[in-house]
T-cell receptor, first 111, second 113 residues
Framework: GENVEQHPSTLSVQEGDSAVIKCTYS??????FPWYKQELGKRPQLIID?????GEKKDQRIAVTLNKTAKHFSLHITETQPEDSAVYFC??????????FGTGTSLTVIP | NAGVTQTPKFQVLKTGQSMTLQCAQD?????MSWYRQDPGMGLRLIHY???????DQGEVPNGYNVSRSTTEDFPLRLLSAAPSQTSVYFC????????????FGPGTRLLVL
């Protein structure tokens, strides 16, 4: 099956700085890569996703890049704000029926 | 639309007891799934269903049963609860089997003593 690795497990940044979270996957059949934000005690919420026919996608301060050859994808958050503090999960899925999640990154934005 | 709903929000069980976690969605989604979330391990797929009457196992199915008699409901049954099943359980749904956005329920926090 698919194996998704996520790094770092914890990340602290100063408010206004950028944050980058990286994931790698093992199954070349994976073609959909969502990122979820989970606040304490809440459900995961999709913040951005990318499909394998696209190399980069941006939504305001959030961007995701995908390198299919190297089998890795990254989440970039610019101009971080305290409300960005949360746990972020990457995932990989394909036309089959399973999503595989990374182990999460706890992001703390220091005011 | 209520989206994906789960009941109960919190449950305490004794080892060996059985219970059913309820999940329902009102978006007419074909695909539904159950995940468990443990500290430091992300979300792991327990069981999933691609439509009424069709279910299959995920990564960690042992100790759990599911059924899908209607499009809307996808209950998860713990047959004989064990402390290792202490976790937060999330139900999710999406429109079809093609890779696309999943919508998560609010979660059920389960403690097995």
């Amino acid at each position: 099956g698919e194996n998704v690795e996520q790094h770092p497990s914890t990340l602290s940044v100063q408010e206004g700085d950028s944050a980058v979270i990286k994931c790698t996957y093992s199954d070349s059949a994976s073609n959909y890569f969502p990122w979820y934000k989970q606040e304490l005690g809440k459900r995961p919420q999709l913040i951005i996703d990318i499909r394998s026919n696209v190399g980069e996608k941006k939504d305001q301060r959030i961007a995701v890049t995908l390198n299919k050859t190297a089998k890795h994808f990254s989440l970039h958050i610019t101009e971080t704000q305290p409300e960005d503090s949360a746990v972020y999960f990457c995932a990989a899925g394909n036309t089959g029926n399973q999503f595989y999640f990374g182990t999460g990154t706890s992001l703390t934005v220091i005011p | 639309n209520a989206g994906v709903t789960q009941t109960p929000k919190f449950q305490v069980l004794k080892t060996g007891q059985s219970m059913t976690l309820q999940c329902a969605q009102d978006m007419n989604h074909e695909y539904m799934s159950w995940y468990r979330q443990d500290p430091g391990m992300g979300l792991r797929l327990i069981h999933y269903s691609v439509g009424a009457g069709i279910t299959d196992q995920g990564e960690v199915p042992n100790g759990y049963n599911v059924s899908r008699s209607t499009t809307e409901d996808f209950p998860l049954r713990l047959l004989s609860a064990a402390p290792s099943q202490t976790s937060v359980y999330f139900c999710a749904s999406r429109p079809g089997t093609l890779p696309e956005t999943q919508y998560f329920g609010p979660g059920t926090r389960l403690l097995v003593l």
